[in-house]
C-alpha cells in the first residue's frame, strides 16, 4: 500500500510541504523557557498529510529539527 501511495501522490508537494513544516517547527522558542515555538505545526502537518505525506515521514522531518529525546536515568 506504501509503495503505490508514493507512485500515485505528488512527491515533490509532499517534499514542499515537508520542508514547510521544518521552516516552521526550526522557528526561535518565543518564550524564556524555551518551550514553545511561536509557529503552530499543526497547519503545515496538516498541509502535509493532505498531500500524503506518510506519519513516519511527518515525524522524521520533525526529528530533524528538533532531534529525539533520550531519557537518562536517575539513580
Do not use: F, W
Not at 507512485?7 to 516552521?24: C, D, G, I, M, P
Not at 503545515?44 to 515521514?57: K, Q, S
Amino acid at each position: 500500500k506504501l509503495k503505490r501511495l508514493r507512485e500515485k501522490r505528488s512527491n515533490e508537494k509532499v517534499k514542499q510541504h515537508l520542508e514547510a513544516l521544518k521552516r516552521a517547527a526550526a522557528q526561535e522558542p518565543s518564550s524564556r523557557s524555551g518551550e514553545i515555538s511561536p509557529a503552530n505545526t499543526m497547519p503545515y502537518i496538516l498541509d502535509a498529510v493532505r498531500a500524503y505525506a506518510t506519519i513516519g515521514e511527518v515525524c522524521e522531518a520533525l526529528r530533524e529539527v528538533h532531534g529525539t529525546y533520550t531519557e537518562v536515568s536517575v539513580t
